[in-house]
């Protein structure tokens, strides 16, 4: 049981270049986040779908962008990255119960140099 | 807006005792969802124990218990018989009711475990 796949675990890129976070999990959940986590801080959500073709921003989207085409892949774009995107990324999903845990990824560490 | 706070940026315990990390919130809900969860250095979010604010039982989870006070919006974890694999970042979390985006994180708190 795979659950919650996030790839690459590791990438550094340099300014203004662009790339995607990938994420995909096989447990059949319609809602899947993704937080980013700050030194310090803890994990702010940047967006989050209910389910496939449906997005929302949460918190912290400016930078970034998603999209939902199937229920099991939620991947994250960055554009033009800056160095305030570096961060550790985490994708995540649950069922769509409030009182169900959210299911997380390894994480992407990420350095914008 | 929901807010949670863990101000405890660090601590340690000796193995085989007994440590409690601190979380209270700020809510204007009746219902709700709390959390714990360990991140070891491996990254990986795993959960360690929920509670569900309208049971006044508080949740057990084997060596992890937690001190529900509602009235004080105060969710503490406490974890008995330290283990070295307890090592980790612990984060409390709050969900709202009805709205599954809104997971609320504290910073979370750095335990290490002395052998």
């Known amino acids: 049981n795979a659950g919650v796949t996030q790839t690459p675990k590791f990438r550094i890129l340099k300014i203004g270049q662009s790339m995607t976070l990938q994420c995909t999990q096989d447990m059949n959940h319609n809602y899947m986040y993704w937080y980013r986590q700050d030194p310090g801080m803890g994990l702010k959500l940047i967006y989050y779908?209910?389910?496939?073709?449906?997005?929302d921003k949460g918190e912290v989207p400016n930078g970034y962008n998603v999209s939902r085409s199937t229920t099991e892949d939620f991947p994250l774009r960055l554009e033009l990255a800056a160095p305030s995107q570096t961060s550790v990324y985490f994708c995540?999903?649950?069922?769509?119960?409030?009182?169900?845990?959210?299911?997380f990824g390894q994480g992407t560490r990420l350095t914008v140099v | 807006a929901q807010t949670v706070t863990q101000s405890q940026p660090e601590m340690s315990v000796q193995e085989a005792e007994t440590v409690t990390l601190s979380c209270t919130y700020d809510t204007s809900e009746s219902d709700y969802y709390l959390f714990w969860y360990k991140q070891p250095p491996s990254r990986q979010m795993i959960l360690v124990i929920r509670?569900?604010?309208?049971?006044?039982q508080n949740a057990t989870e084997n060596r992890f218990s937690v001190n529900f006070q509602k009235a004080a919006k105060s969710f503490s974890l406490k974890i008995s018989d330290s283990q070295l694999g307890d090592a980790a970042m612990y984060f409390c979390a709050y969900r709202a009711p009805y709205n599954n985006n809104d997971m609320r994180f504290g910073a979370g708190t750095r335990l290490t475990v002395k052998p």
């Open positions: 779908s209910v389910g496939a073709g449906i997005t």
């Open positions: 995540a999903s649950s069922y769509e119960t409030v009182n169900t845990e959210a299911f």
């Open positions: 509670q569900e604010a309208y049971k006044q």
